[in-house]
């Protein structure tokens, strides 16, 4: 950012200079040079080190042969990666609920008027207890407990109830984070809406919302990619996702690479995910700025 | 008479911003409501649209009272327009959609009617080429323009303007006061709360100098301006001027 | 540790060691993590009847009277057993273990023995299955065909995924679960009918845990392919293991690993044979 800003205004300062390079410029180009070489030069010898020093320690072989198998990493790969079929299955009928249920909380907290206190209150008290519990409780009572009180088949299904699980918690957080996008919404642009005459709700729905929405998207999408993660708590209830289907791969070969290719397929999605919200974050501020 | 405010008043808490107002606005005339910057103009004009409830008095519309607190402000802020200082458009809309949007919620009239009626809009105040650009590709004052345009779509019977040109750069002020002046010529009802001295010399048919949520002085512009009575008054002008 | 249950042991330990001829063995020495005692791993918690109470120092249980009889032949006196307990991702991590052996039912198994070494099997355990009342009134019964049918669910660090499918071949996907606690969950939430464990936790399961639990069946031990035997594990290369094969070997011979069993994992009569 700063740089950039340096180089606009020296861009400014020298607007009347003759066409070619001015020295301020020259001096950054060096400069950026410079750093990329330097840049290069210690991730080069961090890795170096990393690679030369940690096989030298005692206990390596050990150790690679534990978490970094290469002959069972290719063994569990197929596997794991139809098992995390599951995961995206779970996430993806589980996202849009989570959107939308956290959007109707999150309305619910904005609620208007003393007639509406107790939406405010099951909104609060929602977002108070649902944030507050481990995700992995609630997969619990929620998976084995409302089951258990007699519901027949296939209502009282994990894959049901441990969606359930995962929607009461992850839309606490999504609500508050769209509830942080209604209030960053300037009241003026509610004026401008009631002058015209529209009710709350129309205000809500064509004015403040699309706003709001689309100013945390961002902020929901990082809520999004650690539910892609916590979808594998639904293991616990049953269902054999990936991360069971390395655990179940390291108990009977005794080794914990299976985790390793677990863990790479899922980072072969949080990554780009990630590097997608923090390139949306860094546009918006671009924007506002 | 259109407009008639009687003994308006209004606090912020502690703070009172409107004293006793009372003013009276005939069909097709233009009031101009001038004074120091938080002397209460603002408030007046968003109290008259009832985004703030008053704390006693009555406005009347039409003769028929609608500072009533059980009555639905939603119908009669559609028969108010009002225009803001920072101009308030949706963002997130073209500008043909800023202006379509309230006629298209309340009105039930077609979409290609709407569509219509809100094309004429731009054709007469002169901004027909840039109905497809989302607000921030417009200039401040083609942005207040279009919220003006905004307003009357919904065919309000008064007009209320605060401040519109404050925000503005100078060279963009002449524009949107030349649309203020083209509603006049059309016989609207307006009331403007301005710094614009030399306009509302020009063209108001009042002028009303407010100080500390009170009107202390009003009359016609060439009185106001050319002999203020009171001596507030007269320092306020000698300042601005 | 309880007073008055030391004595008891000693006692009791004293006997056995007398029926063994109190072999001086010379085998372990040197070969323990710490010197003159002997670190002996079980699972936490520790279930039922393999250590009774979650105490293994009592003596009771399976596993815990299989350990202190394994000690005494290598040599080491009752109070130089040291319990630890572990999970199975302890007993198999890299690097140095903090136990000499580690008896929690583990099933030997080629894959394993990559890793860890195993000792001679101390217990062949029948998998027996599980059901709650309600599915046998609708009808389920000890053959495969029926078995087939059931929904299944077990936990997840086990070999019991590999024997049901190799066993039974369920229709329907099998559940997974952390541990046989979540698996009984499981089965009173009615979300699975039917789970595979060894016949000693299957009769434990059916008569304390769940309230209307049945074993319907078990498997010969033929059937399973090795996957039913239970072995001690040991850090991968522990020389420890030749003395405790030694010893099982010996407590196999001289009958005194088939009078454990009779002592703790008794009741077992009257399970039906699955075909």
Known sequence: MQTSAAKNSAGAAIGAAPPGKSRRQERERRLRRRSVIVATISTFVVLLLLVVLIPMAPGWEKVQKAFFNGPILIKVFPELLQAFLVDLMIFAWSAPIIALWGLAIALCRDARGPALFPLRLFAILYNDVFRGVPVILVVYLVGFGIPGLGLPRPWNSPYLWGTVALVLSYSAYVAEVYRAGIESIHESQRSAAKSLGLSHAHTMRYVILPQAIRRVIPANMNNFISLQKDVALLSFIGPVEILRQAGVQKSLLANFTPYLAASIIFLAVTIPATRFADHLIARQNKERS | MKLQLHGIEKSFGALKVCRDISLGVNKGEMVCLIGASGSGKSTLLRCINLLEPIDDGKILLDGVEISDPDLDPQPIRQRIGLVFQSYNLFPHMTVLDNVMLAPRLIHKTSQAELRDQAEALFVRFGLTDRIGHFPDQLSGGQQQRVAIIRALAMKPEIMLFDEVTSALDPELVGEVLDVVRQLKSEGMTMVLATHEMGFAREAADKVCFLEKGMILEEGPPEKIFAAPREARTQEFLRRVL | ?275
């Open chain 3, 1 to 275: 540790m309880n007073h008055t249950s030391t004595a008891a042991l000693a006692v009791m330990l004293a006997a056995l060691c007398a029926n063994a001829g109190l072999a001086q063995d010379v085998c372990a020495t040197g070969k323990t993590i710490t010197a003159g005692s002997l670190t002996v791993a079980t699972g936490n918690p520790a279930y039922f009847p393999w250590v009774i109470d979650n105490d293994p120092s009592s003596g009771k249980g399976f596993e815990a009277a299989v350990a202190y009889e394994i000690a005494t032949r290598m040599g080491f006196a009752a109070e130089k057993v040291i319990w630890t307990a572990t999970s199975f991702d302890q007993a198999i991590q890299p690097g140095a273990k903090e136990f000499d052996l580690n008896l929690q039912q583990y099933s030997i198994s080629a894959e394993r023995d990559q890793t860890v070494d195993f000792s001679a099997p101390y217990y062949t355990a029948a998998p027996a299955v599980v059901v709650r009342q309600p599915v046998v009134d609708a009808g389920a019964t000890a053959t495969a065909s029926s078995l087939k049918g059931l929904k299944w669910g077990a936990a997840a660090g086990t070999t019991a995924l590999a024997l049901i499918d190799a066993l039974i071949g369920p229709e329907s996907e099998v559940m997974l679960y952390d541990d046989t606690a979540d698996v009984t969950e499981a089965m009173k939430a009615n979300q699975i009918d039917a789970t595979l464990v060894d016949l000693p936790t299957a009769l434990y399961l059916a008569a304390a845990v769940l309230d209307d639990g049945v074993v319907l069946g078990q498997f010969p031990s033929d059937a399973t392919g090795g996957l039913d035997q239970f072995g001690a594990v040991f850090a991968d290369g522990n020389p420890l293991r030749d003395c405790v094969n030694e010893a099982i070997s010996a407590m196999v011979s001289d009958g005194t690993l088939a009078k454990i069993e009779t002592e703790w994992l008794e009741g077992a009569t009257g399970v039906p044979m699955i075909q």
